[in-house]
């Protein structure tokens, strides 16, 4: 493809060349006349601009499926582990249960729904656009699930266990269909680099926008003590992300299309290949070969798990850490807003430097950054709140950053095997499905250790005293035991949070 393009350039210079040098420039002394290359240099400039300033209309469908799902994920993935131990009551055994249940689920639907969606022959699996448009309603549904008690909950009552269940396989089941379509259109809507950082930037731009409803959500419901008002907002941006991914499934085209090959067919040169155990064998062996796909899926795993332990815990953390008088609850509004929404700032600014050195060196960088990070908090301590918030928020930007550059490599790998194995289209789901399945029982495993270990150090007996724990409610609690059972409960969970930071780096 480089060698096709540098010839079609060195053609279009020489031919350039000889109009120039055959072309009669009728100018008088006194009139300024530009030559050929000056226009020209001038043409590209304006030509240069006008592409920037224009809206892709392509990249701008593809993009409004993370507005939509990025509305709904952030706040899912934010408030459902506090809204099930503190205000649902959830106990320990039933909360595992569920993340098992969860786990299993999570890993088995991605390369199920990979392989589908690459070799089915119904429409509304096998086009990326179809898949996005009829599952996004769903998608929506399953996003209200959790925030709807089915009846009052008692403490440790069964019911909210199997609303917990039934609540996380709904939406990753049907976050899993819409956005492994999207990631496979991601690869096939173009091979070529610049097109893909392109989507990269409308990405983030949307990402940017659709974060911003964990901190509207927080200002209007006052950090979910408003539940009513948590409730309407939950409906609302339910509603919006629907109208945002049936644009994507209008509106967005890949390649292949383009040319006419249809994508659901491409990759099926005989009729006894569909849905067989042995081609899923058979295709999932090829991708898991790759050296590359191995080191990517390791190194993604701890990311995940980073990833969701941020996304779960940080409200936990800080409202457990960082007492109410130093942040007032519009500022921890703000500042669980900024965990979201800074990340996609960061990317964007980072483009010049992504075309410069390379997605790898730039993901390289921030693990380095958050190891070094997180060792220097955790010798400072506990004591510094308004450092320990910046760090906080600090910790959740640069994974959140670093995480939005996934699709890149996993690109990269779609592209190799394509190659290698010389295939009419690519299996692009399939890689991106298999991919989840080693990366996703990271986000069930997260919330599992972690609410273990807080346990360990009281936090389950806290929350059965109050609602909302905070650290006067801590030492009134642990006051029965010792007089200073609540700054060592604080700084326990304090070690516990940086301890687990910094040995993930």
């Not at 006008?50 to 593809?62: G, M, Q, T």
């Not at 996004?136 to 009552?157: K, V």
């Not at 967005?252 to 090959?261: H, L, V």
């Not at 249809?262 to 050296?291: C, F, H, Y």
Request: glycine share 6%.
């Amino acid at each position: 493809m480089g060698s096709v393009h540098s010839r079609y350039e060195g053609a279009k210079l020489k031919q350039r060349g000889r109009s120039s040098g055959t072309t009669q420039h009728r100018c008088t002394p006194q009139v300024f006349c530009p030559t050929n290359t000056d226009a020209e240099e001038e043409a590209h400039a304006v030509g240069k601009m006008k592409l920037a300033l224009e809206i892709h209309p392509n990249a701008l469908a593809y993009s409004m499926t993370t507005l939509g799902a990025g509305m709904m994920n952030s706040v899912f993935n934010f408030y459902y582990v506090k809204l099930f131990l503190n205000r649902y009551r959830i106990s320990e055994v039933a909360f595992h249960q569920a993340q098992v249940v969860f786990m299993i689920w999570n890993a088995i639907n991605d390369p199920l729904f990979g392989y589908i969606q690459d070799n089915s022959k119904l429409p509304c699996c096998s086009r990326r656009q179809f898949s996005i448009l009829y599952g996004a309603p769903l998608y929506a549904l399953a996003f209200l699930l959790p925030w709807f008690p089915w009846r009052h909950y008692e403490e440790g009552d069964w019911l909210s266990g199997l609303h917990l269940i039934i609540a996380l396989c709904a939406f990753d089941g049907l976050l899993t269909f819409v956005l492994l379509a999207q990631c496979a259109l991601f690869a096939e809507i173009s091979t070529r680099h610049e097109s893909r950082l392109q989507l990269i930037k409308y990405n983030q731009v949307a990402t940017l926008i659709g974060s911003t409803s964990v901190l509207f959500c927080g200002l209007i419901s006052d950090n979910m003590e408003n539940f009513a008002y948590f409730q309407a907002f939950a409906v609302l941006i339910a509603a919006l992300a629907t109208a945002c991914m049936y644009y994507t499934g209008k509106y967005s085209t890949s390649q292949y299309e383009q040319r006419g090959i249809p994508a659901e067919n491409a990759d099926r040169g005989n009729g006894d290949r569909a849905l067989s155990w042995s081609s899923v064998i058979s295709l999932t062996k090829q991708i898991m070969t790759e050296k590359n796909f191995v080191f990517f899926v390791t190194m993604n795993f701890f990311q995940v798990f980073h990833l969701a332990f941020c996304n779960n815990f940080m409200m936990i953390f800080a409202d457990n850490l960082i007492p109410k008088d130093v942040l007032s609850s519009s500022l921890r509004s703000i500042m669980y807003g900024a965990g979201f929404i800074c990340p996609q700032c960061l990317v964007l600014l980072s483009h010049a430097s992504l075309k410069k050195f390379g997605y790898y060196r730039i993901i390289l960088f921030s693990f380095y950054f958050e190891g070094v990070a997180a060792a220097v908090m955790f010798v400072l301590g506990p004591g510094h709140y308004h450092l320990l918030a910046f760090y906080l928020t600090t910790n959740m930007v640069i994974v959140q950053a670093s995480f939005s550059l996934f699709n890149l490599p996993l690109a990269d790998i779609v592209d190799a095997d394509l190659i290698k194995h010389k295939r009419r289209s690519p299996l692009s789901s399939m890689v991106f499905g298999t991919n989840a399945l080693f990366t996703k029982p990271a986000q069930s495993l997260a919330p599992m250790l972690v609410v273990t270990i807080l346990n360990q150090f009281g936090y389950e007996n806290l929350n059965n005293e109050v609602a909302q724990p905070d650290p006067s409610a801590i030492k009134k609690v642990c006051s029965l035991k010792t007089p200073s059972s609540g700054d060592l409960l604080q700084q326990q969970l304090t070690s516990t949070n940086l301890l687990f930071q910094f040995v993930l780096q």
